[in-house]
């Protein structure tokens, strides 16, 4: 097996005896980034301060010194996420260059744990939308078709993993950026219950319980070691037996789906039945359904004070409106629309929405309980990942559908009701595209769902490898 092919636990369980030494596996990581350049998943990739810290990760263990959990283990961050030793431009122009004045906790938990920061992946810019087609910057290109997007906002993360650069990547989720860029590079992807992992220092589209930090991997085992060494979690995790376990199937997750993400989603449920589980088809309450709604205008009130305050934190001069003047045509006419004036919602619409996202925290929770399942399942997005370029809206089943809708339906959710949410490959389309799925439980069971995902990845058997 190549060393790109590793599995970040693989990995580090080679550097950590020395089978490997990590100054070769930094190197092969980096030979394969410059292999894939034309995908542009990284705004800042600095090769020799990559080696430098692998050198220093040889010369710990040499030394007897303690490793961490993922020691040697070169990590692409997104672009959002504040790092000293980088620039963190929010993949905006007026950020360009910008070097906060501390590292954001996550950052500090992972490097306290042996990993290295594998500069900074390209996203959607200011991280507000699905697709990755940066003005600023350029588009981020998916690896299995180069014409395609690899899903957003963190893309940049996606398609590294996806292509082989790095086997675990940081990424952040507002709406489904960890989760649509995992279903768009064939790749697996989790979204904790918030506040699982810490969110300071990651630029925010949010206040109040929607950004969440999380990884990007090819394999539910690396989505458990990033867990474990992020909150401390014991490092040894099982797979949870299929058998018997009551999954549910909403219709309204199932509904207008592209003929090939149909056709893999019901492939999806035949192989979870063949392993035992029961499959619970019951539609989730209208209030439920309103995820996508409630979401939006929490998120369209809460983005000028979120990014304000992080700018300020992290010693940054520049305003909101300065941010603003400052973005591509298509990111201000989507802020305008959302988060500005006089489409900004007001206070009451705002304390509306966080009223009805409460009931939808209650009616989930009822909803679980009635049909007694422990997850429910669905295609993550309802299409293949589109052609860059198609930024507003895609055809499903000869109609025009928002890019929004198309994206953010099914993953709204997990986020507004944060939920644990794990999204595994289901398979490639017709054209060679994957697709995902999502399985998402209720808040709190984190261990328990990425326990569960080592035998629904099992069950899948799905480990889709692109051409490059």
């Not at 996550?106 to 500069?119: F, H, P, S, Y």
């Not at 690899?150 to 960890?178: K, M, Q």
């Not at 439920?288 to 992080?310: L, R």
Request: charge should be negative.
């Amino acid at each position: 097996m190549s060393m790109i092919d590793l599995g970040a636990a693989e990995a580090i369980a080679a550097m950590r005896t020395g089978d490997i030494k990590a100054e070769d596996y930094a190197g092969a990581l980096l030979t394969q980034a410059a292999k894939c350049e034309r995908l542009n998943a990284f705004l800042t990739l600095e090769p020799q301060t990559v080696m430098s810290a692998a050198h220093e990760a040889d010369k710990a263990r040499l030394a007897g010194r303690r490793l961490g959990i993922l020691h040697g283990l070169p990590v692409p961050m997104k672009d959002s996420v504040a790092t000293r030793a980088l620039p963190t431009s929010g993949g905006t122009r007026t950020l360009r260059g910008f070097v906060p004045t501390a590292d954001a906790e996550i950052v500090t938990r992972l490097q306290d744990e042996g990993a290295i920061l594998m500069g900074k992946t390209n996203l959607s810019e200011l991280s507000f939308g699905w697709t990755n087609n940066n003005a600023v910057f350029g588009p981020v290109r998916n690896p299995y078709d180069t014409d395609c997007i690899p899903g957003g906002s963190s893309g940049g993360s996606g398609a590294a993993v996806a292509a082989r650069i790095a086997p675990l990547a940081l990424a952040e989720d507002t709406l489904g950026s960890i989760r649509v860029p995992a279903s768009c590079g064939g790749i697996a992807g989790f979204r904790p219950t918030y506040g699982r992992y810490p969110n300071r220092g990651a630029m925010p589209l949010s206040m109040t319980n929607f950004d969440q930090v999380g990884p990007l991997a090819r394999s539910v085992t690396d989505l458990a070691l990033f867990d474990s060494a992020v909150t401390g979690a014991p490092q040894n995790i099982d797979g949870t037996p299929l058998d018997g376990v009551r999954i549910g199937v909403a219709a309204h997750f199932w509904s207008n789906l592209d003929p090939e993400v149909e056709r893999l989603g019901q492939e999806v449920l035949r192989k979870l039945r063949a392993s035992g589980a029961v499959i619970v088809e019951a539609d989730i309450p209208d209030t439920v359904k309103a995820a996508e709604e409630i979401a939006f205008a929490i998120i369209g009130h809460e983005i000028m004070p979120g990014i304000t305050a992080y700018l300020a934190i992290h010693g940054s001069s520049m305003e909101f409106e300065q941010i603003f003047a400052g973005a591509s045509e298509g990111v201000q006419s989507m802020l305008a629309a959302m988060a500005m004036p006089p489409n900004r919602p007001d206070r009451s619409a705002y304390e509306a929405a966080l009223a009805r996202r409460e009931e939808l925290v209650v009616e989930t929770r009822r909803h679980f309980r009635a049909q007694g399942i422990t997850a429910l399942v669905f295609p993550t997005i309802m299409t293949p990942p589109p052609r860059i370029g198609e930024d507003t809206e895609v055809e499903i089943n000869g109609r025009k559908v928002p890019i929004s809708v198309a994206m953010a339906r099914n993953a709204s959710l997990g986020s507004c009701a944060s939920m644990a949410s794990l999204v595994l490959p289901a398979g490639l389309s017709s054209r060679g595209l994957p697709v995902g799925v999502e399985f998402t439980s209720l808040a709190h069971t984190d261990r328990a769902l990425l326990s569960l995902g080592l035998s629904l990845e099992d069950a899948l058997g799905v480990r889709p490898t692109p051409q490059l």
